[in-house]
């Protein structure tokens, strides 16, 4: 398996997390909604195994979203964007942040945020 397939891997991996997360189910709750384990949810977001077509699709539906949307941009750098957003994604806390951030209407805000997370981060 070449490396740019894994990195496709992962980061459809992380977009179901961020998703499933946003919308306050637990691995639990969407493996039953899909009718597997939530250690197999757990697989195929940390993109251990990889999402069969049909697989995705199911997800997609219980999620509420296209398909699509678990795939990056054309114009994204696949490596960066997967490697960047592991460490956030990697935590309940850190997909709830992803989450919400871009759902801060004030950029002002969005900016006090960030700044509180740098320093709570250097502290």
Do not use: W
């Not at 949810?41 to 049909?54: C, D, F, H, P, W």
């Not at 957003?85 to 309940?92: F, G, N, S, V």
């Amino acid at each position: 398996m070449s490396r740019r397939s894994q990195d496709i891997d992962h980061a459809v991996g992380l977009r179901i997390a961020s998703r499933r997360s946003a919308l306050g189910l637990s691995q639990s709750a969407l493996g039953r909604e899909l009718g597997i384990s939530f250690q197999q949810v757990q697989k195929y977001e940390s993109g251990t195994n990889r999402v069969s077509a049909s697989r995705l699709h199911q997800i997609a539906v219980a999620l509420g979203c296209s398909v699509a949307e678990f795939f990056p941009s054309q114009h994204e750098d696949q490596k960066e964007g997967a490697a960047g957003m592991k460490p956030l994604t990697a935590t309940a806390e850190g997909r709830a942040i992803a989450a919400a951030f871009p759902r801060i209407p004030d950029l002002a805000v969005r900016h006090a945020v960030s700044r509180v997370a740098e320093a709570l981060a250097s502290a």
